[in-house]
C-alpha cells in the first residue's frame, strides 16, 4: 500500500501506556483545530476537534488540549494500543474555508 | 458504505501528457477539496469547492485545474504534468466548509517522468 514516507518526528511508546503527541499552530486568529490520523496506505482518518472557545475536548481513550497563549494543541491517547501506530496530523482553520495541515508525527506502539 | 472514491490509484505518466484524476463522494457532501502530500512538506491544499460550480484555489494550485459540474464528482485535471507534481494526491469532502469532518479518499501516488 501507499506509505507516507515522511521524515517525521517518532513518538514510540510501549502498548498500554499513555501517548501524548504535541502540535504547534501558526495562526492565532485560527478558530477551530482537528486531529487526523493516517494509517499507512490510507487517507487521512477524523479522530476529534476542538473549537477555540475550548480548552479540552474528550473522546474515547482520546482528549485533546488547546493552549491559545502558547498556540499549542496537544492530543492524548489512554492505553495505547498497536491499532494506534499511525501518522497524527493536527490541522487548523482560521474562520476560512481552508485547513491548514501540520507536518505530522510517527506513533510506533511496542508490544 | 459512505466513501470517497479516487481513480486511478496509481499512474506513471510522461512530461506534458493530459491526464485526470476523478474524485467521487456518495454522502451528498456540498465541500470537496484535493491536498498533495510530499516528505516533509505535509498535507497542502490544491483547489476546493464549496458548492456546485463554486471552486477556488488552495495554497498550491498552479499546474492544476478542477471542475465542480456536479455535487458528487470533483475531477483534478493536471493539463501538462510536470516532474514535481509527482506526489500523492487525495480527495476529501465534508458537508459544508473545512471547519466540519473531512473525509478522505484513499489516495492517488503520481509519477511524472
Known amino acids: 500500500g501507499e506509505s507516507v514516507g515522511l521524515h517525521l518526528p517518532t513518538l514510540s511508546v510501549q502498548e498500554g501506556d499513555n501517548s501524548i503527541i504535541n502540535c504547534a499552530y501558526s495562526n492565532s486568529a485560527s478558530d477551530y483545530f482537528i486531529w487526523y490520523k493516517q494509517e499507512s496506505g490510507k487517507g487521512p482518518q477524523f479522530i476529534i476537534d476542538?473549537?477555540?472557545?475550548?480548552d479540552k475536548r474528550q473522546g474515547q481513550r482520546v482528549t485533546v488540549l488547546l493552549n491559545k497563549t502558547v498556540k499549542h494543541l496537544s492530543l492524548q491517547i489512554a492505553a495505547t494500543q498497536p491499532g494506534d501506530s499511525a501518522v497524527y496530523f493536527c490541522a487548523e482553520n482560521n474562520a476560512g474555508n481552508m485547513l491548514t495541515f501540520g507536518g505530522g508525527t510517527r506513533l510506533m506502539v511496542k508490544p | 458504505e459512505a466513501q470517497v472514491t479516487q481513480n486511478p490509484r496509481y499512474l506513471i505518466t510522461v512530461t506534458g501528457k493530459k491526464l485526470t484524476v476523478t474524485c467521487s463522494q456518495n454522502?451528498?457532501?456540498?465541500?470537496m477539496s484535493w491536498y498533495r502530500q510530499d516528505p516533509g512538506l505535509g498535507l497542502r491544499q490544491i483547489y476546493y469547492?464549496?458548492?456546485?460550480?463554486?471552486?477556488d484555489k488552495g495554497d498550491v494550485p498552479e499546474g492544476y485545474k478542477v471542475s465542480r459540474k456536479e455535487k458528487r464528482n470533483f475531477p483534478l485535471i493536471l493539463e501538462s504534468p510536470s516532474p514535481n507534481q509527482t506526489s500523492l494526491y487525495f480527495c476529501?469532502?465534508?458537508?459544508?466548509?473545512?471547519?466540519?469532518?473531512?473525509?478522505f479518499g484513499p489516495g492517488t501516488r503520481l509519477t511524472v517522468t
Open positions: 476529501a469532502s465534508s458537508m459544508t466548509v473545512a471547519s466540519y469532518e473531512q473525509y
Open positions: 469547492s464549496m458548492n456546485v460550480e463554486v471552486t
Open positions: 476542538i473549537r477555540s472557545n475550548m
Open positions: 454522502m451528498n457532501h456540498e465541500y
